[in-house]
Structure formats: C-alpha cells, structure tokens
T-cell receptor
Framework: AQSVSQHNHHVILSEAASLELGCNYS??????LFWYVQYPGQHLQLLLK??????LVKGIKGFEAEFIKSKFSFNLRKPSVQWSDTAEYFC????????????FGTGTRLKVLA | ETGVTQTPRHLVMGMTNKKSLKCEQH?????MYWYKQSAKKPLELMFV???????ENNSVPSRFSPECPNSSHLFLHLHTLQPEDSALYLC?????????????FGPGTRLTVL
C-alpha cells in the first residue's frame, strides 16, 4: 500500500537556524508531491507542490523542496527559520494517473524559539 | 465568507445520537472531500465527490454517511458512532478531483463521541 513517512515528529529550532524536514513515500510510479502547513489556529494550506520539471521547487515564505526520485524523497528546506514558521507541516503524495487519493504523512510539529 | 467553512466547529455527541457536519466552499470548485484527522495518525481520506458524484469511499463504516446536494455543499451524517470516531473532521475542496489540483481545507469540526 502507498504510504508517506515523516520521520521527524517534533523539531525545535532557534531563529535563523536552517530547517530540513524529511518526507519519504512508497510508490513506484509517477507521483505528485505536496507540502501543506498548518499554523496555530489556522487551516491547512498549501506551501508548495511538485508535478514535473525542475525537481527543486520553491514555495511561499522562502520554503523549498527537492524531489529525489531515486530516494523516493521530497524534503522540505528553509535556510533560515523565523518564529512565525512555528507550525505543523504535512507532506502529501498523489499517485498520479487519475487517482483522487491523496496520502498524507503524520506531520511534523516545528517550534521556532525566538 | 471566503474559502471553505465548516460547522459546527466543535461537537460532542453520545453514541446513540444522530448529528450532521456541514461544509461549504465559496471557491467555485467542483470537488469536495472529507478527511479524518486523529492524533498521531496521518490524515485519512474518507470520501470524495466530483461534480456531485461520489468517486471515492475509502472503506468508511456505514455509520458515516456523506451527502453532496450541490458542488458547494457537503454534509457528513453521523449515527451510532463509537468513541474511537472522536477526531478532527476536515473538509476540503479543489477545482476538480484529480492529481493536478491543490486542495483547500476548512478549519475542521472537532468531534467527541462519549
């Protein structure tokens, strides 16, 4: 069965530290990849997405993610985090070819200390 | 109202009660989704509606009954629930159901079953 793994469940960083959140998926075919973010008290919202083309994807608020097909990974990065990045981050995979099904990871809670 | 709204935001019900969750999207989308978010578990897709037709039922027990009267409204009717059904129920919408479409999420209904 398809699955998405986010190995870091809780991450605590100081402001200006660099961030990398891991996301691995299990599916051998074509995939579409997403990172969603949920700020405290707010809705889940899209941070960035990858469908095809350049495997390095840039999203909002200085976030980027790199699709490495050989590693089945789509890690999220930010060079310098801010206190306002405190949120929960979810990786999601849609196994293309007309499927309606999105598979989400369990999420990573990021706390940035001011 | 903009985006995706859900009512009620919190619901406490007994196992013999019947209640309904409501979702409304103001984005002109044609696909709507129900997800279940339990603690320490990935978001679980429950149902998908595309142009008012149910296209996905992810092996959801019959005590959950969805209804989509039009593309803007989605209901989840609940009856004889179990305590393990306590969770955050999220509604989402997208332009259409398919791998290319970003989903927009509502704030969720926090359900507690006593």
């Amino acid at each position: 069965a398809q699955s998405v793994s986010q190995h870091n469940h809780h991450v605590i960083l100081s402001e200006a530290a660099s961030l990398e959140l891991g996301c691995n998926y299990s599916y051998g075919g074509t995939v579409n990849l997403f990172w969603y973010v949920q700020y405290p008290g707010q809705h889940l919202q899209l941070l960035l997405k990858y469908f095809s083309g350049d495997p390095l994807v840039k999203g909002i608020k200085g976030f980027e993610a790199e699709f490495i097909k050989s590693k089945f990974s789509f890690n999220l990065r930010k060079p310098s985090v801010q206190w306002s990045d405190t949120a929960e981050y979810f990786c999601a995979v849609n196994a293309g070819s007309g499927t309606y099904k999105y598979i989400f990871g369990t999420g990573t809670r990021l706390k940035v200390l001011a | 109202e903009t985006g995706v709204t859900q009512t009620p935001r919190h619901l406490v019900m007994g196992m013999t009660n019947k209640k309904s969750l409501k979702c409304e999207q103001h984005l002109g989308h044609n696909a709507m989704y129900w997800y279940k978010q339990s603690a320490k578990k990935p978001l679980e897709l429950m149902f998908v509606y595309n142009f008012k037709e149910q296209t996905e039922n992810n092996s959801v027990p019959s005590r959950f009954s969805p209804e989509c009267p039009n593309s803007s409204h989605l209901f989840l009717h609940l009856h004889t629930l179990q305590p393990e059904d306590s969770a955050l129920y999220l509604c989402a919408s997208s332009q259409e159901a398919g791998e290319w479409n970003e989903q927009f999420f509502g704030p969720g209904t926090r359900l507690t079953v006593l």
